[in-house]
């Protein structure tokens, strides 16, 4: 619910106060200035009726020079009920300068934001060499990113140049000190020798799933963008909101930190292969789910339209949408080549598998490293966990495999096994299988 508060000047009361009576809408009407006879009304709306009651009160030649719109926790006039009735399907949930206004409100100071942002991504760096998810989750309530990226979303929608290079500024320079911060961390803790000299990533979990970069990732930050635009356009607290959007970016930056910090190209590469295209397919999806919702440029009348406009300059939406689109459209195509190397990787790895002598293995995971060959011209690696029968061996299974992937790739395949050893009975059979 909202209170408007809204100026009318004398020349102007006769038709704004017939408007609202029309329209059954309550109203109370304050003290007015004695000097130009201009009164302050005060009126109760439901929130999807704010935007539709300002315009038809500018339509019925309404030029206010004051106008306030503030929350309400209860209201009880004769009419209200029938008016949140109404408008309940109709319009936006907010009006577009409340939205600004939510979205400006939302970006934290430039010390808390960026101090938060260290704090979180030493807490995920933590919880990835801990290969604890509790910890990992932790980092995720702190980060403050859903304010930059809300901005920078609505800025794009109403074409506001100062909206977009704040929002777009705070997420690239948040995530630029989240990564060195991590990487200092690392290097601090090896250090002190508190922390492995080592990094064993395809061994933490934690890590294993920051980098490499699959559709499922990226499914996280298209539903972390859809739903920060829905929420802020609908009055819907965004506190759990700014943690699925901290859920794709900080532990993918906290990655590429570790790998800097232990010298791992391949963990680094592909957890900011992962960080780029999450943080582009926020900020896309955002912008997309609040035009989806129907919020325009020309809504936002707070604007300069001569300084946003100018001839013979790109519109400001349209060069952050020329932006994003690249780094989505860049760091995506990165991310469907990994998916169909490990999809490859699989297909030829359960093709050797289905062999006679290899009946009494299972298949776990196949693990593909993310390609570097374009920087370091190395070798792929791909580690296939499978379980086997208790001290059973198998020497010529990696060589098979290896043979395998390089036929079907078309460059240089590194191969790892690891066995997984376990004993179970069957009442059919007395030999032991992992």
Same mark, same amino acid.
């Given at each position: 619910?909202?209170?408007?508060?809204?100026?009318?000047?004398?020349?102007?009361?006769?038709?704004?106060?017939?408007?609202?009576?029309?329209?059954?809408?309550?109203?109370?009407?304050?003290?007015?200035?004695?000097?130009?006879?201009?009164?302050?009304?005060?009126?109760?709306?439901?929130?999807?009726?704010?935007?539709?009651?300002?315009?038809?009160?500018?339509?019925?030649?309404?030029?206010?020079?004051?106008?306030?719109?503030?929350?309400?926790?209860?209201?009880?006039?004769?009419?209200?009920?029938?008016?949140?009735?109404?408008?309940?399907?109709?319009?936006?949930?907010?009006? *577009?300068?409340? /939205?600004? +206004?939510? &979205? !400006? #409100?939302?970006? $934290?100071?430039? =010390?808390?934001?960026? @101090?938060?942002?260290?704090?979180?991504?030493?807490?995920?760096?933590?919880?990835?060499?801990?290969?604890?998810?509790?910890?990992?989750?932790?980092?995720?309530?702190?980060?403050?990113?859903?304010?930059?990226?809300?901005?920078?979303?609505?800025?794009?929608?109403?074409?506001?140049?100062?909206?977009?290079?704040?929002?777009?500024?705070?997420?690239?320079?948040?995530?630029?000190?989240?990564?060195?911060?991590?990487?200092?961390?690392?290097?601090?803790?090896?250090?002190?020798?508190?922390? *492995?000299?080592? /990094?064993? +990533?395809? &061994? !933490? #979990?934690?890590? $294993?799933?920051? =980098?490499?970069?699959? @559709?499922?990732?990226?499914?996280?930050?298209?539903?972390?963008?859809?739903?920060?635009?829905?929420?802020?356009?609908?009055?819907?607290?965004?506190?759990?909101?700014?943690?699925?959007?901290?859920?794709?970016?900080?532990?993918?930056?906290?990655?590429?930190?570790?790998?800097?910090?232990?010298?791992?190209?391949?963990?680094?590469?592909?957890?900011?292969?992962?960080?780029?295209?999450?943080?582009?397919?926020?900020?896309?999806?955002?912008?997309?789910?609040?035009?989806?919702?129907?919020?325009?440029?020309?809504?936002?009348?707070?604007?300069?339209?001569?300084?946003?406009?100018? =001839?013979?300059?790109?519109?400001?939406?349209?060069?952050?949408?020329?932006?994003?689109?690249?780094?989505?459209?860049?760091?995506?195509?990165?991310?469907?080549?990994?998916?169909?190397?490990?999809?490859?990787?699989?297909?030829?790895?359960?093709?050797?598998?289905?062999?006679?002598?290899?009946?009494?293995?299972?298949?776990?995971?196949?693990?593909?490293?993310?390609?570097?060959?374009?920087?370091?011209?190395?070798?792929?690696?791909?580690?296939?966990?499978?379980?086997?029968?208790?001290?059973?061996?198998?020497?010529?299974?990696?060589?098979?495999?290896?043979?395998?992937?390089?036929?079907?790739?078309?460059?240089?395949?590194?191969?790892?096994?690891?066995?997984?050893?376990?004993?179970?009975?069957?009442?059919?059979?007395?030999?032991?299988?992992?």
């Amino acid at each position: 619910m909202r209170l408007i508060y809204v100026s009318v000047p004398e020349r102007d009361q006769p038709d704004v106060f017939a408007y609202l009576e029309s329209e059954e809408i309550d109203y109370l009407v304050l003290p007015a200035d004695s000097e130009t006879d201009t009164v302050v009304i005060q009126i109760p709306l439901p929130t999807p009726a704010v935007e539709t009651v300002l315009e038809d009160l500018k339509a019925a030649g309404l030029e206010s020079e004051y106008t306030v719109v503030t929350s309400a926790e209860t209201v009880e006039t004769p009419n209200f009920e029938d008016i949140e009735d109404r408008y309940t399907d109709e319009g936006k949930d907010i009006a *577009p300068a409340e /939205l600004r +206004s939510r &979205a !400006l #409100e939302m970006d $934290q100071r430039t =010390v808390i934001y960026y @101090i938060t942002t260290l704090l979180s991504v030493v807490v995920a760096a933590s919880g990835l060499l801990l290969d604890a998810p509790a910890v990992v989750v932790g980092s995720m309530v702190i980060a403050p990113q859903v304010g930059s990226a809300l901005k920078a979303s609505v800025g794009t929608v109403f074409d506001d140049r100062e909206m977009i290079v704040d929002g777009l500024r705070s997420q690239v320079l948040g995530l630029l000190l989240a990564i060195a911060g991590a990487a200092v961390f690392g290097l601090a803790i090896q250090w002190l020798g508190v922390g *492995p000299t080592r /990094l064993p +990533s395809l &061994a !933490l #979990e934690q890590i $294993q799933l920051r =980098v490499s970069p699959g @559709i499922l990732s990226v499914i996280v930050a298209i539903a972390a963008g859809f739903a920060a635009a829905f929420s802020l356009a609908t009055a819907v607290p965004t506190a759990l909101v700014g943690v699925m959007i901290a859920a794709a970016l900080i532990p993918a930056a906290a990655a590429v930190g570790i790998g800097i910090a232990w010298g791992v190209p391949t963990v680094a590469v592909g957890a900011a292969v992962l960080l780029t295209v999450n943080m582009a397919a926020i900020n896309m999806t955002g912008i997309a789910g609040l035009w989806g919702l129907g919020y325009r440029p020309e809504d936002d009348t707070s604007q300069d339209t001569e300084r946003s406009r100018g =001839v013979g300059l790109l519109r400001p939406a349209v060069a952050a949408l020329i932006i994003i689109s690249l780094l989505l459209a860049g760091s995506g195509y990165l991310t469907v080549q990994h998916v169909a190397f490990e999809r490859t990787a699989t297909d030829s790895v359960e093709e050797v598998l289905s062999q006679p002598e290899y009946d009494d293995l299972g298949l776990v995971a196949v693990k593909g490293q993310f390609s570097q060959t374009a920087v370091l011209d190395e070798p792929r690696k791909v580690t296939v966990v499978v379980k086997r029968p208790a001290d059973t061996e198998y020497p010529d299974l990696a060589q098979s495999l290896q043979g395998q992937l390089t036929a079907r790739m078309d460059h240089p395949i590194v191969v790892e096994v690891e066995f997984r050893d376990a004993t179970i009975a069957r009442p059919d059979r007395a030999e032991t299988f992992s």
